[in-house]
């Protein structure tokens, strides 16, 4: 069963508890973030990360991600989610560049099996074990 958890302009962000995966997605809105108003919305989804912690994976859904992590943030936000990741996160890639490449430079730097995919359903199937 599939509950929301966190819904904001930018994010929302829910819990798979059959799966035991936290999955978020992120909104066209975020092409209207700041730094001021990113943080808030990571703050949101690391306390949904350690609610869960133990879970089994992550599936992120960044197809509408625009906001672009610069390399300082970058590295708050990898503080944030120290201690809290799952083994595996899929990552269903955002169509901007600059704001994919900037989300994988984020992630490189936590400790998880990461894996980026074109669609939901490529990435699903990972977390699931259905793919390598």
Not at 17 to 38: A, F, K, Q
């Amino acid at each position: 069963m599939v509950e929301l958890e966190y819904k904001s302009e930018f994010l929302e962000v829910s819990y798979d508890s059959e799966n035991s995966w936290v999955i978020s997605r992120w909104t066209p809105n975020t092409r209207h973030l700041t730094i001021d108003r990113y943080k808030p919305e990571v703050v949101a989804l690391r306390q949904i990360f350690v609610d869960h912690h133990s879970f089994a994976g992550s599936l992120s859904l960044t197809q509408d991600f625009h906001f672009v992590i610069d390399p300082i943030l970058q590295q708050w936000v990898v503080q944030q989610f120290t201690d809290y990741m799952p083994p595996k996160s899929a990552v269903v890639v955002a169509a901007e560049f600059v704001s994919q490449l900037s989300i994988e430079q984020t992630v490189q730097d936590l400790d998880t099996a990461v894996k980026y995919f074109a669609s939901q359903s490529e990435a699903e199937d990972w977390l699931l074990g259905k793919a390598s």
